[in-house]
T-cell receptor, first 114, second 115 residues
Framework: AQSVTQPDIHITVSEGASLELRCNYS??????LFWYVQSPGQGLQLLLK??????LVQGIKGFEAEFKRSQSSFNLRKPSVHWSDAAEYFC????????????FGAGTILRVKS | DGGITQSPKYLFRKEGQNVTLSCEQN?????MYWYRQDPGQGLRLIYY???????QKGDIAEGYSVSREKKESFPLTVTSAQKNPTAFYLC??????????????FGAGSRLTVL
């Protein structure tokens, strides 16, 4: 089935450590790719997006993501995590193969320990 | 400031009652969406609307209804036919026609709890 997979439900990192959140998708063509962040009880905020071109995209709050076509992945990274980064992160894919709709992964909850 | 306003923030409902969640946007966006969020399941699409007086079912439309009488408003009614309505509901909007190139803007959400 066509899907977006975030294999890590929870991740805990120490403040100042690097972070990588994984995202894989199962669509054939190159889709539009997004990462969103959600603070508890709030809506989603766009961190970054990939449409085409340079496969390394920069986003807000110091985040970046790399699109790897061969691995069907779009992993989110940050070199040094801050306590305020604790939140839930969602990968999302938009593709005509899925009826022209945005499909979300199940999310990864990030905990930051001091 | 432009944005999406969802109300109420918290809502409690007795079994068998219909409830309506409000979503208003002043972004002049054409498309609007309703998503349901449950822990560990991400966001699932309930309904979406590309223009006034037109809307389409998403992946989990059963037990829900919507209307789009005005461009700015897209209310969601959770009916008694929805078997498990306790969830966090998110409204979103998008400028222009539905396209991957047009990013969604989200409201702050409404949490519905069935007692």
């Amino acid at each position: 089935a066509q899907s977006v997979t975030q294999p890590d439900i929870h991740i805990t990192v120490s403040e100042g450590a690097s972070l990588e959140l994984r995202c894989n998708y199962s669509y054939g063509a190159t889709p539009y790719l997004f990462w969103y962040v959600q603070s508890p009880g709030q809506g989603l905020q766009l961190l970054l997006k990939y449409f085409s071109g340079d496969t390394l995209v920069q986003g807000i709050k110091g985040f970046e993501a790399e699109f790897k076509r061969s691995q069907s992945s779009f992993n989110l990274r940050k070199p040094s995590v801050h306590w305020s980064d604790a939140a839930e992160y969602f990968c999302a894919v938009f593709t005509l193969e899925y009826g022209n709709k945005l499909v979300f992964g199940a999310g990864t909850i990030l905990r930051v320990k001091s | 400031d432009g944005g999406i306003t969802q109300s109420p923030k918290y809502l409690f409902r007795k079994e068998g009652q219909n409830v309506t969640l409000s979503c208003e946007q002043n972004l002049n966006h054409d498309a609007m969406y309703w998503y349901r969020q449950d822990p560990g399941q991400g966001l699932r699409l309930i309904y979406y609307s590309q223009i006034v007086n037109d809307f389409q079912k998403g992946d989990i439309a059963e037990g829900y209804s919507v209307s789009r009488e005005k461009k700015e408003s897209f209310p969601l009614t959770v009916t008694s036919a929805q078997k498990n309505p306790t969830a966090f509901y998110l409204c979103a909007s998008q400028s222009g026609r539905i396209s991957g190139a047009n990013v969604l803007t989200f409201g702050a959400g409404s949490r519905l709890t069935v007692l």
